[in-house]
């Protein structure tokens, strides 16, 4: 099964370290990842997914396969801009968010309004009306985070 991963492109030291330990667990439970391609959080859960020799798949915003960053295996060309933010989100059955600047947040968004399971790791929280709005799980560990999404796959499996 695939999962998206989202999170910013310059990413802070902590953030790259979740994001490394994440893809490593992933990749250990059989998970694909897919992210935007890029650098940041998508190459440092990348390089952490290869490293367990997992699959990565970057969904790329430009026409040059060239672009994605070293740990990606399947490069996707797109050609679209920022509008590739939604194919990342749609190609996973969840989300997890690390992170993140407005990009992240706009597929936070697409995610929610598709009704995909979004985990947010030190990334972004929302409010409505002063009410934290609880959408999105929040986790504090990559371990937390691969709960999670191994929960949500069990009752994706049990649901058809």
Not at 37 to 48: D, P, T
Not at 116 to 139: A, G, H, Q, Y
């Amino acid at each position: 099964m695939i999962v998206s991963i989202i999170g910013e492109s310059k990413a802070s030291q902590k953030n790259s370290d979740l994001a490394e330990k994440l893809g490593s667990l992933l990749a250990q439970s059989g998970f694909t990842i897919v992210t935007g391609g890029l650098g940041g959080i998508m190459e440092a859960v990348s390089r952490g997914a290869k490293q367990f020799g997992g699959t990565t798949i970057g969904i790329l915003p430009g026409l040059d396969p060239t672009q994605a960053n070293e740990w990606v295996d399947i490069p996707i060309c797109t050609g679209l801009g920022d509008a590739r933010n939604l194919m990342v989100v749609r190609a996973g059955f969840a989300v997890v968010a690390i992170g993140g600047a407005y990009g992240t947040l706009s597929e936070i968004g697409h995610a929610l309004s598709d009704k995909k399971p979004v985990i947010s790791l030190n990334s972004w929280k929302l409010f409505r009306e002063e009410v934290e709005d609880t959408s999105m799980i929040s986790v504090k560990t990559p371990d937390e985070a691969v709960t999670m999404v191994l929960s949500m796959k069990s009752d994706k499996l049990s649901t058809g």
